[in-house]
Nanobody, 126 residues
């Protein structure tokens, strides 16, 4: 089993930046894909950024590409999401996700992921 714990959410003004962190513990040796999803009020959950351990590539939701950057610290089992130029429609609960095994092309559907964090609230408002 793998446990994921997010941190770093909060309330910020439009145009501000936030960095989310996710600590992965447990049987992380089998994790092959990981990333971030979000769910805004009244909307379906959507992927934000997903990556594969065997390919130096991260796929981003088009509306965040160029503003958000996902990265990982393998030595410390940490995953990050740097969010710049935040907009009100970025307001959502953000979830860290991971899955056992690896797909070269990281999946963008929520049912592909085995492990989910509890979520952290990001609110962008003036």
């Amino acid at each position: 089993q793998v446990q994921l714990v997010e941190s770093g959410g909060g309330l910020v003004q439009p145009g501000a930046a936030l960095r989310l962190a996710c600590r992965m513990t447990g049987e992380t040796y089998n994790i092959g894909n990981m990333g971030w999803f979000r769910q805004a009020p009244g909307k379906q959950r959507e992927f934000v950024a997903v990556m594969s351990v065997i390919r130096d590539r991260t796929d981003y939701l088009p509306s965040v590409k160029g503003r958000f950057t996902a990265s990982r610290d393998n030595a410390n089992n940490l995953l990050y999401l740097q969010m710049n130029s935040l907009k009100p429609n970025d307001t959502a609960v953000y979830y860290c996700v991971a899955r056992d095994g690896v797909l070269i092309d990281p999946p963008t559907t929520e049912d592909a992921y085995d492990y989910w964090g509890q979520g952290t609230q990001v609110t962008v408002s003036s």
